[in-house]
């Protein structure tokens, strides 16, 4: 918050455009505000409209801030004629700067320029993403969603989401959001670890197998999903498919000591301790500072050497 | 706009991981070659494992290709075998052999896989340069050198061999080991590949509709021509200025078809031309499926078959007062892996008879109340097998826009495989293949064998051929139980062929890249096949090829094909154009 321009928080002249029950009409920080202007525009274009016109003046001195320094062309651009094209294009170039902070309020301040614009939902994109990568997940949230309620297709629109929503530990939501993600596109490793992670979260292994036990993924299976998913089998008793999940988990991934460990609980559990201990002596030979693999190997040999 | 967050540095992440990955994988193999040396290869007398071998459990190696099971062709080129192990820093590989074969004895150079050369012509913004899958990137290979590979060939007919790869560490000790069974088959698959070799750049035109490929790149597809014994294919045909899509060759080898796209989206071309060592595609060897000139409208030719005497032609003909986009559902998307969704919802078969240029619907699959398409003949012509369902409007009103493969915005359609008679063109009446049919699933693409015993075809939850789900059945010609084929991969399995002597089955599949890949699979006499078998080296690792057609012809039957129908003004007037069916 500190980073950006106190003009940008202060208090929109919203008194003049009252939406009825709208509880951000009276105030908030200048996203509810834009994500209020997005809803009002999505239901009353018309109104939206005229509204728009009257927000102009209301805009903030953004230009005249020191982290919000764009090129001259585009300063020009905005002093000369504003419109809301022109402070979408000044976000894009401030994102493009990694300035985000500032990209948000452009965008923002786009919207709230013109609530009709044709691009309505790519600019309230692009805000919920600026938002994200100033880690304010909960701010992103809301303009992420009315994206998606306006129609945005990206499928970096459920990614960003879902990752919103995870950092608010709305789990469920993120659920549905990675899903959405992966029904573009299957393979999509950042889903498919998140959601297996989530559903292992909630106990549901059948649904962990049924995310990951598919051929097509067979190929870019992760260390994550390979262990949530032999999680999933030894959760169900399915403790030969565990060890085989996991096996194969720790040729693609040899220096995971997380699969090693796993597996190791997984052949102990199946009585095959002495493969347990092959695996543990890998685990502990490329981490030697692994002690969890260490105390495992030393009950492991223990065992074995006891014929159990 | 902003949209291309892949330029920024959040979602940069996976592209970085996988590139530090395949870098540390290209220097690891470099430096493992270097410690290793070149160890050659031996046949060795001596026992077939090591001798420092521990009494340790060995660690299970992850033994990815070939698959247990696999029957190599006779005299295909060397295979790369493929594994992964957690344990093993240096690798053997044992051969020994059911009979007299003396042991194979090799040590593997601990070789990564690589992405194949790539043709620059071909690299585009709306696609992404080939990548190693995780497990391709964690893999290790090696290839027999040709003189041992004839050795193991020769050795493993009828009888598996067995290959074992054990993995050491720690100056030699035996830490991992896996082994399989392949047999290298006694058929020949004895016939050249006639395949199609595309680039896959969907392209968005100014007005945002998506080409599966730019006009401007139409000059970038190739035919070529596969002998399996040599290392690389020859392109018979390139540069060819307009769009051409599905081939088919009579079951004699003598002669060849191809859909080509004519003026103004007029798909109703078709060439037939004689099978010689120099084909030359003219003019005067065009079909005009659109003789009234209607363009745009009509009786599109698709996925035409010439018969097995190479008298006439089937195809699948949309009604005449049917444009285009009423008779075909088409969707292409800007992801290249998949880009396009292709496939009839009208439409009627219609057999073409070349002596006496009349064109005939076939009763029996003729009915508008039905799409009858993918026909194929039975090898005495005596029988037409073809998918079916009820026809419906490709786009109904209201229906969302499809954004990628499978979206469930596709109209939905499910074909069931039908059986009519030919009859000499008389027809009659088209019964349901048992197995193949009323399943729930898209049942199509059905290819008979050359024996008439068998049907391949493909299954999937919508629409037809190259979808990512569809997979590999094989049923009695005559309907029966439907078995699910051992050589299906984990994407996409279609485009197959049967070899003329009904033992291998060709396919396409994007197992190992988006890129897709040919594969061959063996098939005895009771319809058991194997797992599939990678024809290498088909083309650039940016290329994808599809519509793979065994040729009845020896391997160097064709040496070049030369296009001159942009001679021809109406022909010339269309170009150029899209392409079709370049997944």
């Known amino acids: 918050m500190s980073r950006r321009s106190p003009l940008l928080y202060r208090k929109p002249p919203m008194g003049r455009i009252r939406t009825g029950g709208d509880k951000t009409g009276g105030g908030g920080t200048y996203r509810e505000w834009a994500m209020m202007v997005i809803r009002f525009s999505h239901g009353f274009s018309r109104s939206a409209l005229v509204l728009g016109g009257l927000l102009l003046a209301g805009l903030p001195l953004m230009l005249g801030h020191a982290q919000c320094k764009p090129p001259d062309e585009m300063k020009a651009r905005i002093q000369g004629k504003p419109n809301a094209a022109a402070y979408t294009d000044l976000g894009v170039w401030f994102a493009n700067q990694k300035n985000y902070a500032c990209a948000t309020d452009a965008f923002a301040t786009s919207l709230q320029m013109d609530p009709t614009q044709k691009d309505l939902a790519h600019v309230a994109f692009m805000l919920g993403v600026s938002l994200y990568f100033?880690?304010?997940?909960?701010?992103?949230i809301p303009a992420l969603q009315e994206a998606e309620q306006l129609g945005y297709k990206d499928n970096q629109l459920h990614v960003i989401l879902a990752s919103a929503l995870e950092g608010e530990h709305s789990t469920k939501e993120a659920e549905a959001e990675w899903r959405a993600a992966l029904d573009v596109d299957p393979e999509l490793s950042?889903?498919?670890?998140?959601?297996?992670?989530?559903?292992l979260l909630d106990k549901d292994f059948h649904g962990i197998i049924a995310s990951l036990e598919v051929p097509r993924l067979l190929g870019q299976r992760t260390a994550r999903q390979s262990m949530n998913l032999g999680a999933a089998y030894a959760s169900t008793g399915q403790l030969d498919k565990a060890a085989a999940v996991l096996r194969d988990g720790l040729n693609t991934s040899p220096d995971s000591a997380a699969i090693a460990n796993q597996l190791a609980t997984v052949l102990v559990e199946l009585n095959r301790t002495d493969e347990a201990v092959t695996a543990l002596e890998l685990a502990v030979a490329q981490h030697p500072e692994d002690a969890e693999a260490k105390a495992k190997l030393a009950k492991a040999r223990e065992a074995l050497a006891s014929g159990k | 706009m902003f949209p291309d967050f892949r330029a920024l540095p959040w979602l940069k992440i996976k592209p970085l991981a996988l590139f530090t990955l395949c870098a540390a994988a290209v220097l690891s193999a470099g430096l493992m070659a270097t410690q290793t040396g070149a160890p050659g290869l031996h046949r060795l007398l001596a026992p077939v494992y090591a001798a420092q071998d521990a009494p340790r459990t060995l660690s299970p190696i992850s033994f990815d290709y070939p698959e247990d099971g696999s029957?190599?062709?006779?005299g295909i080129t060397p295979p790369m075998f493929i594994w992964r192990d957690a344990a093993g820093t240096s690798w053997s590989i044992d051969i020994t052999f059911a009979d007299k074969g003396a042991p194979i004895h090799a040590v593997a150079k601990g070789e990564r896989m690589h992405i194949g050369a790539i043709d620059p012509d071909t690299v585009a913004d709306s696609n992404s340069p080939p990548k190693l899958t995780l497990q391709q990137a964690a893999s290790?290979?090696?290839?027999?050198d040709a003189r041992t590979w004839a050795a193991i060939q020769a050795d493993s007919v009828d009888q598996p061999a067995t290959v074992v790869i054990t993995g050491y560490r720690d100056g030699g000790v035996a830490f991992s080991r896996s082994q399989i069974r392949m047999t290298t088959s006694?058929?020949?698959?004895?016939?050249?590949?006639?395949y199609r070799d595309v680039p896959l750049m969907p392209s968005a035109g100014v007005n945002g509709v998506v080409s599966p490929l730019a006009p401007t790149a139409i000059h970038l597809i190739h035919w070529r021509l596969r002998d399996i014994t040599k290392p690389e294919s020859h392109t018979v045909l390139k540069d060819m200025p307009t769009c051409a899509n599905c081939h088919s060759f009579s079951a004699d080898g003598k002669t060849f078809g191809m859909d080509i796209d004519g003026p103004a989206n007029d798909k109703g071309l078709y060439a037939l031309v004689p099978v010689q060592k120099h084909?030359?595609?003219?003019?005067?060897d065009m079909v005009h499926w659109n003789p009234a000139g209607d363009i745009g409208k009509t009786r599109v030719g698709f996925m035409s078959q010439v018969s097995p005497d190479g008298r006439y032609v089937l195809s699948t003909f949309a009604g005449p007062s049917l444009k285009l986009l009423e008779s075909y559902y088409v969707t292409n998307f800007m992801d290249y892996r998949f880009l396009q969704v292709f496939f009839p919802t009208r439409g009627v078969l219609a057999w073409y008879d070349r002596s006496t240029g009349v064109r005939t619907p076939l009763p029996g699959a003729d009915?508008?109340?039905?799409?009858?398409?993918?026909g194929v003949w039975s090898p005495d012509g005596k029988y037409i097998v073809f998918a079916r369902a009820e026809a419906r409007d490709p786009r109904p009103p209201g229906q969302g826009k499809a954004t990628h493969a499978l979206d469930a915005n596709e109209t939905q359609i499910q074909y069931d495989l039908y059986r009519v008679p030919f009859n000499e063109g008389k027809g009659g009446v088209a019964e349901p293949i048992a197995g193949a049919s009323h399943n729930g699933m898209s049942n199509n693409f059905p290819k008979i064998s050359p024996d008439g015993r068998w049907l391949v075809f493909v299954q999937c939850k919508n629409g037809q051929l190259m979808r990512p789900d569809s997979q590999l059945y094989i049923v009695p010609a005559e309907g029966g139980t439907p078995r699910r084929m051992r050589a299906n991969t984990r994407l996409m399995n279609s485009w197959h062929s049967w070899s003329p002597n009904g033992r291998w089955l060709v396919f396409s599949s994007k197992a190992r890249s988006p890129y897709t890949q040919m594969y061959l699979t063996h098939i005895d006499a009771d319809g058991n096949d194997s797992p599939a078998i990678l024809i290498d080296n088909a083309t650039a690792a940016n290329r994808a090829v599809n519509i793979p057609e065994f040729v009845n012809i020896p391997a160097d039957g064709i040496d070049d094909i030369q296009v001159h129908v942009a001679d021809e003004p109406a022909v010339a007037a269309a170009l150029p154009k899209a392409a079709n069916g370049t997944n």
Do not use: C
């Open chain 1, 134 to 140: 100033q880690n304010d997940a909960k701010e992103a």
């Open chain 2, 71 to 74: 029957i190599f062709p006779p």
């Open chain 1, 190 to 199: 950042t889903a498919l670890d998140a959601l297996s992670a989530d559903l």
């Open chain 2, 186 to 194: 006694r058929d020949p698959v004895s016939a050249p590949i006639f």
């Open chain 2, 140 to 144: 290790w290979t090696w290839t027999p």
């Open chain 2, 367 to 374: 009915d508008p109340k039905y799409v009858q398409t993918d």
């Open chain 2, 279 to 284: 084909m030359t595609i003219q003019g005067k």
